[in-house]
């Protein structure tokens, strides 16, 4: 029996038809939603149907967790899963405001995590090749300040933007910059970074206007726009020949992994990226197994007793 084409008795299509009524009329939702909405209930229906229920109200997590797990096995991806799973919720809480069902069997069960695929660093080579840049123009002194600093100290889009001239020491070599969740934390900045920026300070004056406190302006006077810096790293990856589409997270990815393998302390680039939990520093790691392996050949004990044998 195929799920897709046995018809669905009407104690199963009735509530259905309500519900896309109810978000056609009452929901607003866009037409593409309201089609894969569809889509995923007629499916899930449908196997529903061929388990033998013919009424929503026989459906138990259990059985909410066996069309999850028939799904993955069909090859459904992550976030098609995920849709699967939002439009059965939305749909049982739907019956739920009807008086139709006392609760709602698929709160609990969770579509399994998107993967998340790691960001693309630059090599050393191409950041050199990227910051070789020694224009007089006071927006080219600002523009490679900004880069040094976002490869420098591996800052985030949003906290470089927001940075005012009084969060920064230059004597110190520090920033105090506020990341998300609105956790401030103090980052360090030294070499080219600090040079770069103290070059920007001294023109930052025939550009910005007088009341703005923004150590980054545009050429209108004013605080710089994410999308301007985006933009403006784009323009010089461009210019500079760079292969690589150069953008402000590939700058912080870059700082972290070259950091980690210089290193090899994830705790302390924890700390300077701003993670809350060291699991999200852990993708911006780009060690192969061979690296890892000399690690454990020189570190393990077992294994340099071996070696000396």
Request: avoid cysteine; hydrophobic fraction near 40%.
């Amino acid at each position: 029996m195929n799920p897709l084409t046995t018809p669905l008795p009407n104690s199963l299509q009735s509530p259905l038809n309500r519900f896309y009524e109810y978000l056609r009329s009452e929901k607003g939702l866009s037409l593409h939603t309201q089609r894969n909405y569809k889509q995923q209930l007629e499916a899930m229906a449908g196997h529903l149907v061929v388990m033998g229920l013919n009424d929503w109200s026989q459906v138990d997590a259990a059985w909410v967790r066996q069309l999850a797990s028939k799904g993955m096995r069909d090859g459904m991806k992550a976030s098609s899963l995920a849709t699967r799973l939002s439009s059965l919720r939305s749909f049982f809480d739907f019956l739920i405001l009807r008086g139709e069902l006392a609760a709602n069997p698929a709160k609990g069960v969770s579509a399994p995590r998107k993967k998340r695929p790691l960001p693309k660093n630059l090599d050393i080579d191409e950041v050199s090749q990227l910051l070789d840049v020694n224009e007089d123009d006071p927006l080219a002194i600002r523009d490679r300040a900004i880069m040094e600093l976002m490869y420098g100290s591996g800052l985030r889009l949003a906290e470089t933007v927001s940075i005012d001239i009084r969060h920064l020491s230059l004597s110190a070599g520090e920033i105090r910059v506020v990341g998300k969740g609105d956790k401030e934390r103090k980052v360090p900045f030294s070499g080219l970074a600090r040079e770069w920026v103290a070059k920007w300070l001294k023109v930052r004056g025939s550009i910005a206007d007088a009341q703005e406190p923004a150590l980054f302006v545009s050429k209108l006077g004013s605080r710089i726009s994410h999308r301007n810096v985006q933009k403006r790293l784009a323009e010089w990856g461009q210019k500079q020949s760079v292969a690589s589409h150069i953008s402000p997270h590939k700058l912080r990815h870059s700082f972290a992994t070259h950091m980690l393998e210089s290193s090899q302390n994830l705790r302390a680039v924890q700390e300077l990226l701003g993670h809350e939990n060291i699991s999200t520093t852990q993708i911006y790691t780009h060690l192969d197994f061979q690296h890892l392996a000399d690690v454990y050949d020189q570190a393990h004990p077992r294994a340099k007793k071996k070696a000396k044998e």
